[in-house]
Structures are given as C-alpha cells and as structure tokens.
C-alpha cells in the first residue's frame, strides 16, 4: 500500500465514528481533539483489524498512539515488514 | 385513589409505525390504515408493522450517546425526548433527583444479539465484537439509553415482562410517585422487530399466517372468528407520570389521572393466561381504585389476534362488563407492539378521548362466537370518554391491568 492508500483506509475508520474528514488531520490526538473514549478506541481498532487484516487487541505498539500521525505510521511500518517479509505483528 | 399521592399524565411521546405524534398517530388509526406489510428484506415472507425512522431523526440522538444504542434503545430515546419535550419539564426538573426513568422491552436489541452471535461464531470471534454490544443487548438498555439521552438523574428501573413491559413500567412509575420516592417517572415500553422475534412466535405457533391471496393488512384480526395469530410490530411509547400537586405547581396540562394498577400472575401457565387470571387482574384493579366497572367508558383490549389470548380476555371481560361497555383493539392497524404495547396504545386512547371518538378493532368482519357478547367496536364511534381500562397479557402468565381518565 501507499501512504496514501493506507492514510484514506485509517481516514475512513475514523469517519465511520462520524468525524468530519476535514477534523482529520496528523496532529489531531484522539481523545482530547476527535473526542473519543477507550470504548472508542476498542471499536477503532476493530474497524482497522478489518481494513488491515491484522490482529490488533493485543499489540503492545498500537496501544501507545496518541494521534492520527501515529496510527499511519504504525500502518506505513507496518506494510513495510509485511512487504519485507517479516509478516504481520502478533 | 389507591392510597398514596395522586398521580397524573403531563406528556407523551411515541414512535410508531403509523406516526411519530399522538395526533398523527390517532389520525391515521382513526382512518383504519394499517402498517402491516410483508417484510421482503426478510427473505422469510413473513409480514410485520416496521417503523420507517428516517436516518436524520436516528442522527438527532449525539453519537457520544448513539454509540450504546441498539434500535430498541433507539426507539425508546426518541420516544422519551418527545414525552419530556410535550410535558414542558425543564431541564433542570428532568435532572433533578426526583425524576426517575422506568423503560420496559421483551428483551435487548435482537438484531445486534444476532449480529454479535453471528460475529461469535461464524465471524472473527470476540476480537472482532465491539464493546458497545453490551449495552445494545443488555436487558436495560431502553431505561438506561433514553435516561442518557435526557440527563435523568433519579430512579431508573427496567422491567422485562414481554408484552406486559410498557404497562408494567406505568405502574411501576405510579407507585415510584404514589410513595413518594419521586415526582416525575418517564415510563413506557419499546420493541424492535427482527425476523429472530417473529420467528419465535412462530415457533410457539402464535405468529399469523396469511391465507392465500390474503392482503397483508388483512392477516391482524382481533377478536374474528378467522384469526390464527399476531403479527408483531414495533415502536416505543413512553408517558411523563407527575404526582399531581408537582403538575400544578408548574402549570403542567394535564392528560389524564392514573386511577389504579394491577398485576398478578397466571397459576396455570407461563405460555398462555386463562381467564380466570385475567378475571382476577380485571377485579383487583377496579377494587384499588374503588371504582364499579360500570363506571367504565371504554376497554383498550390486550387482543393480539391469538386464538386463546383473544378468547380468554373476551371470556374475563363479558363476565365483568357483559355488553356494556365498549371494546376495542388496535393490534390490527400496528400489529402487536410487544413491551411498547401498554403505553402506545394509552397514547392512542388519550387522543381518542381528546376526539370524543373510539377506534374500531380492525379487520373484526365477523366476531367469534368465543368472543362475543360484548359491545365490539366495529366502526369509528363518538363517545365522551372518561374512565378508561387498558389490559396487557405476557408470555410469563404476567396479568396487567390500568385503569385512566379524566380527573375528578
């Protein structure tokens, strides 16, 4: 996937909880500028879990993002060891 | 009556499958539509009462708040926004810690259970279930969903007594306010229709089936002697109960005083109340409001459209009241609206008795001897209404009865 590619896929999860795509930017933290809750997040990362298909529940580095920057980068590293070879991150 | 402080009815609020208002709800009964249809999304050929809810008026509940709800939850919080808006509460009194919330269903939502179920055990497994099922399937999830939506601080209760559910949480409310425990109690019932709900009653053989080349408007007939069964509907009503010298304290229109409410319970059965139990119901809450049936202006029938159900309260009721007092019921225009039905249907007799004018049962072409030897309602009728009986049955052998009108 492009960066591109996998910016519109994470883009779309967070539209799915009804923000405005124009509030999507990289900088913008979940919680105190989107306005999500833990609950929140849980079906985030089941929305992604699809979109990725990946496991996502247990992974101790997608519990440390904080803003919508980090989660494309955690996707961008992401698709780069997939494509490497490495496989998807349990 | 009954003992403690008076209790009285300042608003209503309902979601229907023939309006979302009293008046268009009473309009379009009073114009014998019906909102039976075959379900063709179902696949089943199976016929219901659907509500058509618009997605804007879904989207006017905050998704902060949505997110918890199932369409049951969905159904029940419009419905008590609408009832608290009509009763003119302010924000403050609805969040005062005198007010409580009372919201009845048969059950959680039925189509995230089945959503979730499917997910559990064909789909991904837990991982892929989103924590919000819990509160879309739990058993309270229209007291706690529509207290959430108005910021309710008091009381909350949820009864699940099946089709007895909206009733029950009316007397539940009035004896919340007749104690003294609190002042105002939005309360009332709400069901979703799924094919899994009416896939039940078939399987109890108490779901209708349609002749052949029959209309599907036809298939609802209360009390006719051609009936085989319901045919389930959905919606939500929910009334503001008010203890009567709160309601004029702050000038609140009145709708109508609750007299009295009665439950009890059917010895012989959990799947079918005979007459007898009714019976009993019937007495028990014409003694707690020391009022004579023949004070008694008209009878909103539990009458879904079951062979025995229809049978055994039309037996309990000709024994009481014999033909002389009004019957009706209005299963055959909205199907049977399950735990919203107590309610919704008080909803509809409040405008009935604005109108001065009863509704027919629809669809009773010809009364079944089983059930007759009571004033059937068989056309729209003008008729001053001041003393109301409203009857709920549920599977459960759960009796109820409440007795309404105009105040003395």
Redesign the interface.
């Known amino acids: 996937m492009t960066r591109e590619e996998i910016v519109e896929a994470v883009n779309a999860a967070f539209e799915e ?2 923000i405005p795509r124009e509030e999507l930017t990289p900088e913008k933290e979940f919680f105190k500028d989107l ?1 999500l809750d833990s ?2 997040m ?2 985030l990362m ?1 929305s992604l ?2 979109k990725f298909g990946v ?1 996502l ?1 247990q992974n101790e580095e997608i519990k440390k993002v904080r803003t919508l920057n980090d989660i494309y980068e955690f996707f961008v590293k992401l698709d780069a060891e997939r494509n490497a070879g490495a496989g998807p991150e349990k | 009556m009954n003992g403690g402080r008076r209790v009285v009815i300042t608003g209503c609020g309902v979601i229907s499958s023939l309006g979302n208002t009293p008046e268009e709800l009473y309009s379009r009964l009073a114009a014998g539509e019906s909102a039976v249809r075959i379900m063709t999304s179902w696949g089943t050929g199976q016929a219901a009462a659907p509500v058509d809810l618009p997605e804007d008026v879904i989207r006017s509940i905050p ?2 708040k949505r ?1 918890f709800m199932g369409r049951v939850a969905v159904l029940s919080a419009l419905a008590g926004r609408r009832a608290a808006d009509s009763a003119g509460l302010s924000e403050e009194e609805i969040r005062s810690e005198r007010t409580g919330c009372v919201v009845g269903s048969t059950m959680g939502s039925t189509s995230e259970m089945d959503s979730s179920f499917r997910t559990l055990l064909t789909g ?1 497994g837990i ?6 099922a819990f509160f879309k399937c739990a058993s309270h999830t229209t007291a706690f969903n529509a207290a959430s939506l108005l910021d309710i601080c008091g009381a909350v209760y949820s009864p699940s007594a099946a089709c007895a559910s909206g009733l029950q949480a009316a007397g539940i409310g009035m004896a919340l306010i007749s104690s003294g425990m609190q002042d105002v109690v939005l309360c009332g019932g709400a069901d979703e229709v799924t094919p899994l709900v009416s896939g039940c009653f078939e399987l109890m053989e108490a779901h209708a089936s349609s002749g052949e080349g029959q209309s599907p408007d036809r298939i609802a007939r209360p009390f006719d002697r051609k009936r085989n069964g319901l045919v389930c509907g959905e919606g939500a009503g929910i009334l503001v109960l008010e203890e009567y010298e709160h309601a004029r304290a702050r000038g609140a229109k009145i709708l109508a005083e609750i007299y009295s409410y009665a439950t009890c319970r059917c010895p012989g059965s959990v799947s079918q109340s005979d007459s007898s139990s009714v019976l009993r119901c019937v007495r028990d809450v014409y003694r707690k409001a020391d009022l004579t049936p023949a004070e008694t202006d008209y009878i909103s029938a539990h009458a879904t459209s079951t062979i025995q159900g229809d049978r055994a309260e039309a037996v309990a009721l000709r024994s009481v009241f014999g033909d002389s007092v009004p019957v009706s019921s209005l299963k055959g225009h909205l199907g049977h609206t399950l735990a919203a039905s107590g309610t919704l249907e008080i909803i509809a007799v409040l405008e009935m008795m604005k109108h001065g004018t009863l509704i027919p049962t629809r669809n009773l072409e010809e009364v079944d001897p089983e059930c007759g030897g009571l004033d059937h309602v068989r056309t729209l009728r003008a008729c001053p209404i001041r003393r109301v009986l409203k009857n709920c049955f549920a599977f459960g052998g759960i009796n109820s009865a409440m007795l309404f009108g105009k105040m003395d």
């Open positions: 909880m009804e306005g609950l929140d849980v079906d089941i879990q699809r496991q529940r | 998704r902060a997110r991904g991982p892929e279930i989103s924590p919000m």
